[in-house]
């Protein structure tokens, strides 16, 4: 079985972000490279290990996490199908088998994979495994000062998102196993944004990760500069 150290060390994954990153800097787009794919990788394997997933889980969480945005490069609008597609055609050759006759993934982990990556970015679907439910708050919760690209002030005032993203300059995700919370404090400098814009963006965002931890059992929690939103 593949692990997250190989998918995340695989020639074309890798390549495959990185031509995102150029693609969504070309498209005047906040980071979609390494640095979104290993926060969000890492913060659906730490959810995983919260909420009590196996180990398997946690590598299957990692794995998707990692790779949900590596369609990019061919399109923003289907992304999320290109990218699912994508990772099937990685690691299904020669019928999905390592050079040693092993399974790279079971059927069954490759289907939550696939869905998790199409299931980030497509909020009319019904989630139906913890895997995407996890994709979907780890990749919305990247809300981040560092992934505005242009920093020039003009920008700043011009595009909502940047102006949004680089406000925020902390954000965090917590998960509390006894009171079943999901917890995301952001800290948004307000020289930069007024409170109200932050929700004109992501509000839709905040609900679908309210829906991802009701599946997960879970209440979605949302701080603010310590005012507790949601
Ligand atoms: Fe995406
Ligand atoms: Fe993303």
């Known amino acids: 079985m ?3 150290k190989e998918v995340k060390n695989h020639p074309q994954v890798l390549e495959f972000i ?17 640095r979104h794919a290993n926060l969000v990788s890492r913060r659906a394997q730490m959810m995983a290990k919260e909420i009590g997933l196996s180990k398997r889980g946690q590598e299957i969480s990692a794995i998707a996490g990692f790779c949900h945005d590596m369609g990019n ?17 990685i690691f299904s050759t020669k019928g999905g088998f390592t050079s040693g006759g092993e399974e790279n993934f079971s ?3 490759l289907s939550h994979i696939m869905q998790a990556i199409v299931n980030h970015d497509k909020y009319t679907m ?5 895997i995407s439910a996890i994709v979907v708050i780890a990749d919305k919760s990247d809300v981040n000062r560092s992934r505005v690209r242009d ?16 406000a925020a300059t902390k954000s965090d995700l917590k998960v509390n196993r006894q009171k079943k919370q999901i ?19 992501f509000t839709e965002r905040m609900t679908y990760c309210r829906q991802a931890a009701d599946f997960l059992g879970y209440k979605f929690n949302l701080i603010i500069n310590n005012f ?3």
Not at 18 to 34: C, F, K, N, P, V
Not at 126 to 130: D, V
Not at 186 to 200: C, G, L, Q, S
């Open 107 to 109: 059927s069954k982990e």
């Open 18 to 34: 990185r031509q995102t990153e150029i693609s969504m800097d070309a498209l005047g787009y906040t980071e979609h490279g390494l």
């Open 2 to 4: 593949l692990k997250f």
């Open 151 to 166: 920093l020039s002030k003009n920008e700043l005032k011009t595009d909502i998102h940047d102006r949004v993203n680089y």
């Open 73 to 89: 490069f061919l399109g923003r609008s289907r992304h999320h199908y290109w990218g699912a597609l994508l990772f099937h055609q």
């Open 228 to 230: 507790k939103l949601l």
């Open 126 to 130: 019904k989630l139906t495994n913890p």
């Open 183 to 201: 917890i995301l404090t952001i800290k948004i400098d307000r020289k930069y944004v007024p409170i109200m814009e932050y929700f004109e963006i």
